[in-house]
């Protein structure tokens, strides 16, 4: 029996992320799978090695034979991933955008296909569209899908695929998956969400209806700033036979180290996933009431536009937040990051430790300024990853740089 048979919580289920079936009859293993830092696998004979070629020994169990095809410790991370979302199987990537980029090609996209996606992405997953798929004759539709007129806009444009993230990058909008994954089986489209910001601990969205979620596995997955991967997990098995088929073909496959640091990333993601939630949340009402904020965006505070949304959704509302500064200048944000000095201006998020992201000059860069106006994204927004510090220290390094 592994765990898989049984009916834990999450959070148990991570803790244990990876670790070997205790029942088995081999004395002394591991209780941390090793690194299985090899190219080839060997077999106990041609006959085994004929039939390791097609992914699984003659009883059944994935098996191994050249890194590009999968190693334990990627596998090991693919199935906590896997039973963590719901899902009926896992791939996991090198990177979040690898990742991304194979769970389109998997959906179906290709030339003549129509994608809708939210207007809300993160800045290069809408440039992959544009620069590798719109090229190739996928029409590209953009639409804001966080509003209440989704499900028409939906219907309108019967796309072959639609593309949404739980929580948007950076004005942290949320979309409403029972919605639109009730809209998308209505066209026949199949449904992608980039769940990075929400982590299997706070939504599952195949338990939602979706197709297949994908994470930048670089952020609250890993959490420590110290991988970089992606992992996409399906609701159906053809989906996630052609997940693999593009992992190999593009030899997109992720590494036995970085799948090492992630499966020990799982096994604390609940209680840091519950800090940051906690901190994020005490930070969101200080700035809140703060002379030199104009707004702050968080979808646990009651004037948020998906409040109620985000309420029926998440177990909580994540450790994501955004706001604007009163003076909406590139000056007084340079100003606002160069006086931090706990909070660590870099572009990444999901860490233990507290980020603040400029959007202009980071994770929007490379959209026109009339793209980020169209957004929302003012020149005085400033993201903010909440970290698991003690919540006074984020709140007082806040304090001081906003003085
Ligand atoms: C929401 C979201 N999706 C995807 C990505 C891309 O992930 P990666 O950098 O691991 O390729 C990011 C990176 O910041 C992101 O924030």
Known sequence: MSQHDHHWSIETCLVHAGVPNRLSDVAGRATVLPIHA??????????????????????????????????????????????AESGVGAVAF???????????????????????????LYGPTTELLRTVFAPIGVEV?????CSSTTVDVVHAEQPDVILVETISNPLVKVVDLD???AAAQEVGAV??????????????????????????????????????????????????????????????????????????????????????????????????????????????LPNHPQHAIATRLFHRYGGLLAFELQEQSRAAAFRFMNRLQLCLPATTLGDVFSLVSYPPISSHRTLTEADR?????????????VGIEQAQDIISDLAQALE
């Open 38 to 83: 090899s190219t080839t696998y060997l077999h106990p004979s041609a006959e085994a090695l004929d039939q390791a070629f097609s992914g699984s020994t003659a009883s059944g169990e994935r098996t191994f034979f050249y890194a590009r095809y999968g190693n334990p410790n990627a596998c090991a991370f693919e199935e906590s991933m896997a039973q």
């Open 141 to 145: 539709i953009l639409a804001d899908l």
């Open 191 to 300: 449904t992608v969400v980039d769940s990075t910001f929400t982590t299997p601990y706070l939504v599952k969205p195949i338990e939602h209806g979706f197709d297949l979620v994908v994470h930048s596995a670089t952020k609250y997955i890993g959490g420590h700033g110290d991988s970089t991967a992606g992992v996409a997990i399906s609701a159906k098995r053809t989906l996630l036979d052609q997940l693999r088929t593009y992992a190999i073909l593009l030899g997109a496959m992720l590494s036995p180290f970085e799948s090492h640091l992630l499966l020990r990333g799982l096994r604390t993601l609940s209680l840091r996933v519950e800090r940051q939630c906690q901190n994020a949340a005490q930070v969101a009402h200080f700035l809140q009431q703060h002379p030199a904020i104009a707004c702050v965006h968080y979808p646990g």
């Open 373 to 385: 106006s169209n957004m929302g994204i003012t020149e005085g927004c400033i993201r903010l990853s």
């Open 179 to 181: 919605a639109m994954s």
């Open 94 to 120: 090198g990177s979040g955008m690898a990742a991304i980029y194979a769970a389109l090609l998997a959906a179906g996209l290709a030339t003549g296909t129509k994608i809708l996606a939210s207007r809300d």
